[in-house]
């Protein structure tokens, strides 16, 4: 799992749409295009921003939600947390430690 986190935040266009998510949760994939497009100046087509909000959403860094015929992408930090945790809190077991 924290390898596709890893993956997922190794791409700097991948950043910028989590940037976007964090500003403004639940926005469609043309909001998320249009936002990239005029904010960032990216010129990406919407075959791209999809291709790279399904990697998030492997990663867990992007949850969708159908409401009627819209697609709803929120940003979910909960993987986020985790990788944190494991080396930011103090006297936590390692994977290998905690193991019986």
Same mark, same amino acid.
């Given at each position: 799992m924290a390898d596709d986190v890893f993956k997922a935040l190794a791409d700097p266009t991948r950043r910028t749409? /989590?940037? @976007?998510?964090?500003?403004?949760? %639940? !926005? #469609?994939?043309?909001e998320i295009c249009s936002r990239l497009s005029m904010k960032h +100046? /990216? %010129?990406?087509? +919407? !075959?791209?921003? &999809?291709?790279h909000l399904a990697v998030l959403e492997a990663a867990g860094l992007v949850e969708t939600r159908r409401e009627g015929r819209y697609k709803f992408h929120d940003?979910? #930090?909960a993987p986020l947390r985790r990788i944190t945790e494991r080396w930011l809190v103090p006297?936590?077991?390692?994977? @290998? @430690? &905690?193991?019986?």
């Open positions: 749409i /989590l940037d @976007e998510l964090a500003d403004k949760s %639940g !926005q #469609t994939l043309f +100046r /990216l %010129g990406l087509s +919407r !075959q791209a921003v &999809s291709h940003l979910n #930090t006297d936590a077991p390692g994977p @290998e @430690e &905690s193991a019986p």
